[in-house]
């Protein structure tokens, strides 16, 4: 998804980028091929099953820390109400126009 879909950051629900059982064995490929890029990785993230899977905007911030390795994130995701399967083109217009409401996913 960062080659292809240029993807800004990538969130999961596990303490790290690659499956326990690698990490557990030493290994950490995609967690040494994340950091080397100017990316965002967001770990630990929740509720990630109420999310849908297309037509949202979610939503990051965090402080900006000198020299740290980690810092708490506020995560959420603009979604259409439940119930709206209707998802055009929407880039321009504000949340409450398009129908959006928020979601804590993190």
Same mark, same amino acid.
């Given at each position: 998804?960062?080659?292809?879909?240029?993807?800004?950051?990538?969130?999961?629900?596990?303490?790290?980028?690659?499956?326990d059982v690698i990490v557990s064995?030493?290994?950490?490929f995609l967690e040494a091929y994340?950091?080397?890029?100017?990316r965002r990785q967001v770990e630990?993230?929740?509720?990630?099953?109420?999310?849908?899977?297309?037509?949202?905007?979610?939503? @990051?911030?965090?402080?900006?820390?000198?020299?740290?390795?980690?810092?708490?994130?506020?995560?959420?995701?603009?979604?259409? @109400?439940?119930?709206?399967?209707?998802?055009?083109?929407?880039?321009?217009?504000?949340?409450?126009?398009?129908?959006?409401?928020? @979601?804590?996913?993190?």
């Open positions: 998804m960062h080659e292809e879909r240029d993807i800004t950051a990538s969130g999961y629900d596990t303490t790290d980028t690659d499956p064995g030493g290994a950490v994340a950091l080397g890029l100017p630990l993230t929740v509720n990630l099953d109420q999310v849908h899977m297309c037509g949202c905007l979610p939503v @990051a911030s965090w402080p900006k820390m000198k020299q740290s390795a980690g810092f708490p994130a506020r995560i959420f995701a603009l979604m259409p @109400a439940a119930g709206d399967s209707d998802l055009p083109n929407r880039a321009g217009r504000s949340a409450e126009d398009v129908g959006l409401s928020p @979601a804590r996913i993190g």
